[in-house]
């Protein structure tokens, strides 16, 4: 099995169906009566920060138990899923702003989800930098417990100005619901997937 995902052909093909698939669903998905069409680019922004924040949990909770067991297993799960939540999340940084652009006209820095993402993004950035050092695993360990702490404490305390109050989960409409859920599930599955690819490749070096 894990000769399966570590053959990068296979990788690949899975994350382009996924590609073609996530296309076709946000093509397809329903607009949105207040932003219209630009309710797309949110779709996206959101399924992709959600992804990298579970990711980052995960990686989290991996640090807590590295942290408490020391157990040199989990290291290269803890490597793997943190790399990929981090991709996830910063990709998903970039998107937010770009919805910004598309749906509000500009960039509004100081808004507080937005400065609440670019913290977080800038303390996982310093997380992942540190972490490549040759540090005790323990500290390794709670570096990404910390970082986990950090996002759920930045985005619990982030006020709701621009950003409406879970828009897609309140809708009346199954199209806006399904769509968004859909794109998400089709994202945590490629980050899945590029997990334990990614797994692979690292315990195949020891």
């Known amino acids: 099995m894990t000769a399966y995902f570590r053959s990068g052909k296979t990788t690949t093909a899975v994350l382009t169906t996924?590609?073609?698939l996530a296309a076709l669903l946000l093509i397809l998905a329903p607009t949105e009566r207040t932003l219209g069409a630009g309710i797309k680019i949110?779709?996206?922004h959101v399924a992709l920060i959600w992804t990298g924040?579970?990711?980052l949990l995960i990686a989290g909770l991996l640090g807590?138990?590295?942290a408490l067991t020391q157990r040199p297993s989990l290291l290269g799960w803890?490597?793997?899923v943190s790399w990929v939540g981090f991709g996830f999340?910063?990709?998903g940084?970039?998107?937010s702003l770009i919805?910004?652009?598309v749906n509000w006209g500009a960039v509004f820095w100081s808004e507080p989800r937005t400065a609440s993402i670019l913290q977080i993004l800038a303390v996982a950035i310093i997380v992942q930098v540190a972490a490549s050092w040759p540090l005790d695993k323990r500290l390794k360990g709670v570096l990404f417990a910390g970082l986990a702490g950090f996002m759920l404490w930045s985005t619990g305390r982030a006020e709701l100005v621009l950003h409406p109050d879970n828009p897609i989960g309140t809708s009346s409409s199954w199209g806006i619901r399904g769509g968004f859920y859909g794109l998400f599930s089709l994202l945590a599955v490629g980050a899945a997937w590029l997990t334990l690819f990614l797994h692979s490749k690292l315990i195949s070096r020891l």
């Open 18 to 20: 996924i590609t073609i």
């Open 42 to 44: 949110v779709y996206l």
């Open 53 to 55: 924040m579970v990711g």
């Open 64 to 66: 807590l138990a590295l």
């Open 78 to 80: 803890l490597q793997a």
């Open 89 to 91: 999340f910063a990709v």
């Open 93 to 95: 940084t970039v998107v």
């Open 99 to 101: 919805a910004e652009i």
